[in-house]
């Protein structure tokens, strides 16, 4: 295993790969971690497919990208992630445009925002994080036709703040909490990449914990959320990251030679995470239960009005 670290780069993930002629698709890839992420790969080659929720958003992302690597093929997708029409348009066109996809990192989400309802009607963090990626991602997987490809779920040390309920995932029946819902939400990512693992019919699925960074997720945060949370990390020892060692974990799961045909981990640190988790590092059980990552795919699959069977060409 590596000797990676919560500091490492996404420069030193890189360090002697070349992803020349690989093509990777990126969600949520104007800013943050994402665009961090596409930056980093194209520097190694990488054709890359980028979406965004508008074209504007994008145009601004390639230009960051290109400053980086004037030789760079990069390409857009437009995706509201609120709205599983979208993600079935986007899915759609994405098919009639390429035949071959060899990684996708799900990065876009949102995190502890006010309570609200996507397009459809359901709670806007499992809506957008879980629901939006499951049928955008589902829809392509096909693409991945090859067993060196993989998926980076972007699940979130905040998946410990709650385990997934079933029974009302969209806080129907409940008081909506937006921490609480933010933990189902990284939850049901975890638990979508410990089912997708097993169904895809080409490659690996894993979930990526990025670890603390300042990006646009916070976006909906308040003051006194900041204060809480830098209270937190202060008596839990966590240390902020910075843009490109918060990538550096995504990036290490569709590049580290040592996770070739490894599927249904949960990563963190670019290292493999452990189980009963400490004040830092470590997941909760709960997000290893396949009995019920098989039935959150069941669910998804009621609740978005598509069922899903793949077949390896």
């Not at 809506?127 to 991602?137: C, D, E, S, Y």
């Not at 981990?265 to 997000?287: F, K, R």
Request: with cysteine; proline share 3%.
């Amino acid at each position: 295993m590596s000797n990676f670290n919560a500091s490492t780069t996404t420069a030193e993930v890189l360090s002697g790969i070349s992803l020349t002629g690989r093509t990777v698709l990126i969600t949520g890839a104007s800013t943050g971690l994402g665009l961090a992420s596409a930056i980093a790969l194209a520097q190694v080659g990488a054709n890359l497919i980028l979406t965004a929720r508008s074209e504007a958003k994008f145009l601004a992302a390639k230009d960051a990208v290109l400053a980086s690597n004037p030789a760079a093929v990069v390409d857009f997708c437009e995706l509201h992630l609120d709205d599983i029409v979208s993600c079935k348009q986007a899915a759609e066109e994405l098919n009639r445009r390429y035949n071959h996809v060899d990684h996708i990192i799900a990065n876009a989400g949102v995190m502890a925002c006010a309570e609200q309802r996507t397009a459809q009607g359901f709670e806007w963090q499992f809506g957008v994080n879980h629901l939006g990626h499951f049928v955008f991602i589902n829809n392509i997987i096909e693409l991945l036709t090859a067993d060196h490809c993989r998926v980076a779920i972007l699940s979130s040390g905040g998946h410990r703040y709650g385990d997934i309920d079933l029974a009302d995932p969209n806080f129907e029946s409940q008081p909506y909490n937006k921490w609480l819902s933010y933990g189902r939400a990284k939850t049901a990512n975890a638990l979508y990449a410990l089912e997708l693992n097993k169904r895809m019919p080409y490659g690996h699925a894993n979930a990526v914990h990025p670890g603390a960074i300042m990006t646009e997720l916070s976006r909906h945060l308040q003051a006194d959320d900041f204060a809480e949370m830098g209270s937190s990390m202060k008596d839990s020892g966590i240390v902020m990251k910075s843009l490109e060692a918060g990538a550096a974990t995504q990036v290490w799961a569709i590049t580290a030679p040592e996770l070739e045909g490894r599927g249904g981990l949960y990563l963190e640190d670019c290292q493999v995470g452990i189980e009963s988790p400490g004040p830092t590092t470590g997941y909760a059980s709960y997000i290893k239960n396949y009995d019920n990552a098989e039935s959150l795919w069941h669910l998804s699959e009621q609740l978005v009005g598509q069922n899903f069977t793949f077949s390896r060409s």
